[in-house]
T-cell receptor, first 113, second 112 residues
Framework: DSGVTQTPKHLITATGQRVTLRCSPR?????VYWYQQSLDQGLQFLIQ???????AKGNILERFSAQQFPDLHSELNLSSLELGDSALYFC????????????FGDGTRLSIL | GQQLNQSPQSMFIQEGEDVSMNCTSS?????WLWYKQDPGEGPVLLIA?????ELTSNGRLTAQFGITRKDSFLNISASIPSDVGIYFC????????????FGQGTELSVKP
């Protein structure tokens, strides 16, 4: 158990819809990261928050947004969903921002029908 | 963008054999991490490396941070069936926060 909790585990929805994925970091970790894993792209970094503020951004689509709340949990919002958004979405956390090991949750599997 | 080339893509070995996999890049990394992912689960951290030349072990696993800071390898000695899974290398570049760049993964199969 990594200590990183992601909900829901599975999500099935339709094109055009909006979903919210939730992540609770390990106790004491200030940084939260979101990654997308798909068969063709592998594991891709989306965005990082550190103590409530955005710290780094990857190739995150404009239809996607995230935030980190005062209690340090984070949410990833995906809107106007397309078939290609079907993937595993992972959250990871670390104590600080850089040069720290990142521990991953078990992911949310998003299926777009 | 930055890429990590991980090889081999897959390995089929006999229980008890040693395994070696590596990652290379054209970019210089500050940190190298090795993860293992089992089906339906998230990547689990195996070893973290922070200095060029660093050699670190975790049980039967040994990993090294290359001197040039552009590569890393992971060795597994005396493999056992529970070593089956996908192994990923990941690196962090300087001045990019905590962003991890992942290799494509090495799928390991162990025959008892």
């Amino acid at each position: 158990d990594s200590g990183v909790t992601q909900t829901p585990k599975h999500l099935i929805t339709a094109t055009g819809q909006r979903v919210t994925l939730r992540c609770s970091p390990r106790s004491g970790d200030l940084s939260v990261y979101w990654y997308q894993q798909s068969l063709d792209q592998g594991l891709q970094f989306l965005i990082q928050y550190y103590n409530g503020e955005e710290r780094a951004k990857g190739n995150i689509l404009e239809r996607f947004s995230a935030q980190q709340f005062p209690d340090l949990h984070s949410e990833l919002n995906l809107s106007s969903l397309e078939l290609g958004d079907s993937a595993l979405y992972f959250c990871a956390s670390s104590v600080n921002s850089a040069n720290q090991p990142q521990h991953f949750g078990d992911g949310t599997r998003l299926s777009i029908l | 963008g930055q890429q990590l080339n991980q090889s081999p893509q897959s390995m089929f070995i006999q229980e008890g054999e040693d395994v070696s996999m590596n990652c290379t890049s054209s970019s210089i990394f500050n940190t190298w991490l090795w993860y293992k992912q089992d089906p339906g689960e998230g990547p689990v951290l195996l070893i973290a490396l922070y200095k060029a030349g660093e050699l670190t072990s975790n049980g039967r696993l040994t990993a090294q941070f290359g001197i040039t800071r552009k590569d890393s390898f992971l060795n597994i000695s005396a493999s056992i069936p529970s070593d089956v899974g996908i192994y990923f290398c990941a690196g962090q570049l300087a001045n990019q926060g905590g962003k991890l760049i992942f290799g494509q993964g090495t799928e390991l199969s162990v025959k008892p």
